[in-house]
C-alpha cells in the first residue's frame, strides 16, 4: 500500500494517530477573514494552520494528533502582513481570498 504526502492540501490530511491508525482531521476556520498582523525583518512566525490555536493566529502547539503543522514564515523586511484566519487559503500564511467564498 503506497501514500503519498500532499503538503499544500487544503483541507484534509491523513495522518496516525496514537492509537496507531490512520485518521483524517480538517482544519478549522478560526474566523472568516485575515488578521492583520505588524512583523518584524528576520523574525519568525509559526502560522496556525490548523485553526485550532487560542493565540490565532499563531501556533500554540493545539495541533497536536491532528497531523497538521503551523507554516513558518521567516519576515524579510518590517511592515504588516495579513495572516489567513479560515485555514482554506492556497497561499499559506497569507490570505488569498478564498475566506469570501466559504
Ligand atoms: S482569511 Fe483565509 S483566505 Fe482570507
Known amino acids: 500500500m503506497k501514500f503519498e ?24 476556520a478560526a474566523q472568516k477573514s485575515p488578521y492583520e498582523v505588524d512583523v518584524s525583518a528576520g523574525k519568525k512566525y509559526f502560522w496556525c494552520a490548523c485553526g485550532r490555536s487560542a493565540r490565532q493566529p499563531l501556533c500554540d502547539g493545539s495541533h497536536k494528533d491532528t497531523g497538521i503543522a503551523p507554516v ?7 511592515k504588516t502582513v495579513y495572516f489567513c ?18
Open 72 to 78: 513558518v514564515f521567516e519576515a524579510e523586511e518590517t
Open 85 to 102: 484566519g479560515c485555514k482554506a487559503t492556497r497561499k499559506k500564511p497569507f490570505c488569498d481570498g478564498t475566506h469570501s467564498s466559504l
Open 5 to 28: 504526502c500532499v503538503p499544500d492540501a487544503p483541507r484534509t490530511l491523513l495522518h496516525w494517530t496514537n492509537e496507531g491508525r490512520f485518521a483524517m482531521d480538517d482544519p478549522v
